[in-house]
């Protein structure tokens, strides 16, 4: 049973084009990451949120926490925007984070 | 402070060498944690430490692998009589507090066993 889900788990997308990732999660939680990892990298934080939406960019994120689901946007897409996002929750209990397996973003020029 | 560093970026080693990975966390966070990524998959939980005490192993860490983190600063992941399932991506991350606190994480350590 995984305690993230994520979608879609592959993306491609024309230059330009609005993107959504989703991210639900099935425990409680104290905050909700996404992340950035690009081929061959380590992992880059984008975004820490427990509650509504931040904005960093072209890179929008929201939560609904009754819900239990993220989202994560990006406007304006550009192929440098090409990377694994990964949704990764604090949970309420237990001392680890739990991840969610990534969606691969291509974005084509 | 440049945020989390791990060392080395890669290694490669023959199977049956052991192994020594490095963490350096943001330094006043007491959090740190160890997970391993293989490809295609979300990073998977190690090991956790709470400035210098060990509060939780996954069962995924063998009686090879061993993490320290003396005097709560930096940790150190040790994997002994590497086997080819242990090439992954080994990756840390710190956190300042408890829960809903801001996560860093760094760069990882690509192993590769052959």
């Known amino acids: 049973k995984n305690e993230v889900e994520q979608s879609p788990q592959n993306l491609t997308a024309q230059e330009g084009e609005f993107i959504t990732i989703n991210c639900s999660y099935s425990?409680?939680?104290?905050?909700l990451h996404w992340l950035q990892q690009h081929p061959g990298g380590g992992i880059v934080s984008l975004f820490m949120l427990s509650s509504g939406k931040k904005k960093h960019g072209r890179l929008i994120a929201t939560i609904n926490i009754q819900e239990k689901h993220s989202s994560l946007h990006i406007t304006a897409s550009h192929p440098r925007d090409s990377a694994v996002y990964i949704c990764?929750?604090?949970?309420?209990?237990?001392?680890?984070?739990?991840f969610g397996t990534g969606t691969s973003l291509t974005v084509i020029p | 402070d440049t945020g989390v560093s791990q060392d080395p970026r890669h290694k490669i080693t023959k199977r049956g060498q052991n192994v020594t990975f490095r963490c350096d966390p943001i330094?006043?966070?007491?959090?740190l944690y160890w997970y391993r990524q293989t490809l295609g998959q979300g990073p998977e939980f190690l090991t956790y430490?709470?400035?210098?005490?060990?509060?939780?192993k996954s069962r995924l860490l063998s009686d090879r692998f061993s993490a320290e983190r003396p005097k709560g600063s930096f940790s150190t992941l040790e994997i002994q009589r590497t086997e080819q399932g242990d090439s992954a991506m080994y990756l840390c991350?710190?956190?300042?507090?408890?829960?809903?606190?801001?996560?860093?994480f760094g760069q990882g350590t690509r192993l590769t066993v052959v």
């Open positions: 430490f709470q400035n210098e005490a060990q509060l939780e």
């Open positions: 990764a929750v604090d949970p309420n209990t237990g001392n680890q984070f739990y």
């Open positions: 991350a710190s956190q300042t507090g408890g829960g809903g606190t801001e996560a860093f």
């Open positions: 330094s006043e966070h007491n959090r």
């Open positions: 425990v409680g939680i104290s905050a």
